[in-house]
């Protein structure tokens, strides 16, 4: 019923009527109406405001006011102040143009003159006059219980819910429209913008952290969740108001849909089973089954809701294997005692692979009954083979200079069939010996020391004649040369401490000799380096 009222009193302050108890608040409009005392007034309300009666509409008679005095009661253009115009007989009021401007009436050189002038900023047309606006609140000031709006001008706000317990109430001070934050108290709440008693439930009964549960209180509705994997945010009634906290579900408990659950115990295996590994666990907490020692088993399993554990002795002909008891069996993948075929022997827990133990050696596995038995087999003496990727292959040997010949560079290659490969090369044991490799007649590698004839020298791996050549044809000096003799070699070359002298070798009585030669048009050399006089 008051928003009724205050939406009529504000309907009458914009149609310019006067509120009970003031003076009439005059519109902008112009319906000129000439007044019994022979005045001029805007429209009727100004003439009312007068205590005159219309004598008719229009503008009253023109009358001789040649030598009467033009008054202005604001003295000049004043907005601030309603006023008016006489001149004789005729009466101008200061009326509202808009509600942010003024008709302003006014004096200039004994005439009666007007002019539109505008509102200072904070200010509104009112009773032909600027002036701040009426502040007006429907609820009376600060009513936290009673949903208000206020208004001042052309602003206008209306109270509400700042949060579910507060109420924003909208007031008039001396400044204006303020606004202030009024608690509801306990037991009731902010609805709609104002404070109501209101009643709190709570379905899980209170503080109940084992159940989900849903809070209502007023217009809202607050449900439990959980806060991370170990906690649930609980929302209770306590003196008719809403309470939350944050509640630890404790070692024992997780969160999970709002409410504390108790972990359970799980058992893979079902219980007590030694022949099956399994694994236990009840929240973060984990166990495995696992041998105590190679004829017991530590068997973990769900005592109600509780981990506990036990030892278990495996059977006869039975071990502990991987957490469970498993039956002593031996089984061999390359079917036995075999030393051309990779294998691995296991017998209960225990496996072991064939493997070389070196080049000619190899430890064989396999089975003898139920248990692992082991063999070395010697590969190269027995059978002329290497032991390679853990099995015997047999071997071969390739001599690309056919045997003991020490004036041609050989390479041995040995190889088996199944991967493995060697490569030795003839080499200098000094400078008139060869390190001679060759095929033994087990078909191995193998080697022996030859000594080079008189004459000869080792180069390269190989016996070679020990006389001196010169690639130039002797002391050529516009040739590139190189000299050589057994291991020895020179090549002609430019001085570096002068370009016009060349170094130039030749052969002597079997023996390298050189001199130095003048080059007339400079010494100069090929790509690889070697000197000769550059032709004229």
């Not at 008039?172 to 606004?179: F, L, R, W």
Request: proline share 2%.
């Amino acid at each position: 019923m008051r928003g009724i009222v205050f939406a009529l009193v504000l309907g009458l302050l914009i149609s310019g009527c006067t509120l009970l108890g003031g003076p009439e608040q005059c519109g902008s409009e112009r319906a000129y109406m000439c007044g019994s005392d022979g005045n001029t007034y805007t429209n009727a309300c100004y003439a009312r405001q007068a205590n005159v009666s219309v004598a008719y509409e229009g503008m009253c008679a023109q009358q001789n006011t040649t030598n009467t005095q033009c008054v202005d009661s604001d003295n000049g253009k004043n907005a601030l102040e309603a006023g008016y115009i006489t001149k004789g007989e005729t009466r101008q009021n200061d009326s509202c143009a808009s509600t942010t401007a003024v008709f302003e009436y006014y004096c200039t050189d004994n005439e009666i003159q007007s002019e539109r002038v505008s509102c200072p900023e904070g200010t509104e047309c009112s009773g032909g006059m600027c002036a701040s606006p009426v502040c007006m609140d429907s609820d009376g000031g600060q009513a936290a219980d009673v949903l208000g709006t206020t208004a001042r001008g052309t602003e206008r706000y209306t109270d509400d819910c700042s949060d579910a317990n507060t109420v924003k109430e909208y007031y008039c001070s001396e400044s204006g429209i303020a606004n202030i934050l009024l608690a509801c108290g306990s037991g009731r709440a902010c609805v709609d913008g104002a404070c109501a008693a209101v009643a709190c439930t709570d379905s899980d009964g209170g503080m109940n952290i084992l159940e989900r549960g849903t809070l209502r209180e007023g217009g809202g509705v607050y449900v439990d969740y959980c806060s991370g994997t170990s906690s649930v945010k609980e929302y209770y009634c306590s003196g008719g108001t809403m309470v939350q906290t944050v509640a630890n579900c404790g070692e024992e408990f997780y969160c999970s849909d709002g409410r504390c659950l108790e972990y359970t115990c799980r058992d893979t295996d079902s219980g007590r089973d030694e022949d099956e590994y399994g694994t236990v666990s009840k929240g973060s907490d984990e166990w495995e089954d696992d041998c105590y020692d190679s004829d017991t088993v530590k068997e973990y399993y769900c005592d109600g809701n509780t981990i506990s554990d036990t030892r278990i002795n495996c059977g006869s002909s039975e071990m502990c294997s991987g957490g469970e008891c498993i039956r002593e069996t031996c089984t061999d993948t390359d079917g036995g005692n075999v030393r051309g075929i990779f294998g691995t022997t296991t017998a209960g827990a225990s496996s072991s692979p064939d493997a070389c133990a070196d080049l000619y050696t190899l430890k064989e596995y396999f089975c003898s009954g139920s248990s692992v038995a082991e063999a070395t087999v010697n590969c190269f003496s027995a059978y002329h083979e290497y032991c390679y990727s853990n099995v015997c292959s047999p071997v071969h040997c390739e001599d690309s200079d056919g045997g003991e010949d020490e004036h041609t560079y050989g390479t041995v290659r040995v190889y088996t069939d199944n991967g493995y490969s060697r490569l030795e090369t003839d080499s200098c044991s000094g400078s008139y010996a060869v390190k001679e490799r060759f095929c033994n007649r087990e078909g191995e590698g193998s080697f022996t020391t030859i000594e080079c004839a008189s004459g000869e020298v080792c180069s390269s791996g190989r016996c070679i004649e020990d006389t001196c050549a010169d690639s130039d044809g002797g002391r050529n000096y516009i040739v590139p040369g190189t000299t050589t003799k057994g291991t020895t070699t020179r090549t002609d070359s430019c001085d570096p401490m002068d370009s016009y002298d060349l170094y130039e070798y030749y052969c002597s009585g079997n023996e390298i000799q050189y001199e130095i030669r003048y080059c007339p048009d400079e010494c100069v050399e090929n790509a690889s380096g070697v000197g000769y006089c550059n032709p004229l």
